[in-house]
């Protein structure tokens, strides 16, 4: 039987600001990416959300960012590859002391909007990713996809997991089409979800040219934002789940993967 992991980013509300439907979303999930205060979160935030997710038996991941704040991390950033590091060092911390205080660890890091796009092609900020996650925890698992940063954690002997994406298309090389091109983000759901199954039960996918190439999925990454967002994630996890795929937390899924 198959198994894998179901992630989303939560925790990226602010002050006053609700992004999201994180308590319907933690339902799903046996992990989640937790804003870290760069691109979405606050204190109180993070606290809450750490809390409901240790109540909830849901993992926990750093999700650090660019400092864009205004613009969601989204946009491009001439940060040094030291700057990235002591960042996304410092945003870890953050959510560290939150999980301390709840019992709790964490157990990945999955890089944020543009700095996740930005590690896949960029050789020196993979480096610094890395660096951070040796620096703080070398155990930590971290999320990605094909790329330089896959490059660089199978060097470095990193916990690599893959997050499989259904609602993007894929180049035949295993990476994801940019946002900036025509057709890269998918919104027809029963093809998301026929995406998504065949990704976890037979590690292929169509990239845009037509050619099935084999995907490595981890995890899935599912989204709580949108008016159809959470309908569409409850399909898929009863979609995977009726073709007899186990859901469990990444650390069991890596396990078994091990073994």
Do not use: W
């Not at 019992?103 to 890091?109: S, W």
């Not at 480096?127 to 951070?132: K, L, N, P, R, T």
């Amino acid at each position: 039987m198959p198994a894998v992991d179901l992630v989303a980013d939560l925790g990226e509300s602010f002050g006053a600001y609700t992004m999201g439907n994180d308590a319907e979303l933690l339902k799903l999930l046996t992990s989640a990416n937790v804003a870290c205060g760069f691109h979405a979160g606050d204190p109180q935030v993070m606290d809450a959300t750490v809390r409901t997710c240790v109540e909830r038996g849901v993992r926990i991941g750093a999700h650090p960012s660019f400092p864009d704040l205004v613009g969601f991390g989204r946009r491009a950033m001439d940060l040094t590859p030291d700057e990235v590091r002591t960042d996304v060092l410092y945003q870890i911390g953050a959510l560290s002391a939150f999980t301390r205080a709840h019992g709790a660890r964490i157990e990945h890091l999955a890089p944020h909007g543009r700095l996740g796009n930005l590690v896949v092609t960029r050789r020196d900020y993979a480096e610094a990713v890395a660096d951070a996650v040796e620096a703080f925890d070398p155990t930590l698992a971290v999320l990605m996809q094909e790329g330089e940063m896959a490059a660089v954690a199978r060097e470095r002997g990193l916990t690599m997991a893959m997050v499989g994406l259904a609602d993007r298309a894929y180049e035949s090389d295993g990476t994801l089409v940019p946002r900036s091109q025509p057709g890269a983000v998918l919104h027809d759901p029963d093809e998301v979800t026929r995406r998504t199954v065949r990704m976890v039960t037979e590690g292929l996918i169509t990239s845009r040219d037509g050619t099935d190439i084999p995907v490595r999925t981890d995890c899935v990454q599912l989204h709580g934002d949108g008016p159809a967002a959470l309908e569409l994630a409850v399909r898929i996890r009863d979609e995977l789940q009726a073709a007899g795929v186990r859901l469990a937390p990444l650390d069991e899924v890596l396990g078994a993967r091990a073994a």
